[in-house]
C-alpha cells in the first residue's frame, strides 16, 4: 500500500537575485507556498491542499531519485553573480534531510540543472498545484 501521508517537516526554496523564487513549507499540516521575483518575498502566501493521492507519489518520486541521499551541500565554481540558490529541509519516515545549493544541483557536474533535480522541483510544484 502507498503512503498517502504528508512527511513531518517540508520546506523548499529556490531562487535568486534575479529571476522568481518559490517558497513551499508545511506548516501545521497545512501547505503553504509563495511565489516572488527578484529575490524577495512577495508576501502572498497561498495555501494548496494535495490529497493521499498527490503526497503518495511525490514520496515514490523522493525515494526514485533518492533525495534523502543527496549530499549536504552542492556549490559550484559558478557561485558567484546571478546564483540560484535552494535548500530541502524534510523528515519522513523518521529520516531527516537538509541539503541545500547555490548554482550546483544533485546529479549535475556543472551550474546546469539535473534532470534529477528538475524532476524533483516538477514534484513540488505538482504538490502546489502547479502542474510544470
Known sequence: ?????????????IGGSV???LYV???AGRLLYEWASAGGYSG????????EEEWARFREIVDRLGVREWEPEYVS???CCDVTYWHLRMEMDGRS???RGANAYPG???????????????AVKRLIGREP
Open 77 to 79: 565554481a559558478h557561485s
Open 108 to 122: 549535475s557536474d556543472g551550474p546546469e540543472v539535473s534532470k534529477q533535480f528538475r524532476e524533483f522541483l516538477a
Open 25 to 27: 513549507r508545511l506548516a
Open 1 to 13: 500500500m502507498r503512503d498517502g501521508s504528508p512527511p513531518a517537516a517540508f520546506e523548499f526554496y
Open 44 to 51: 502572498v502566501v497561498t495555501e494548496a491542499s494535495p490529497g
Open 97 to 99: 534531510t537538509v541539503v
Open 19 to 21: 529571476g522568481p523564487s
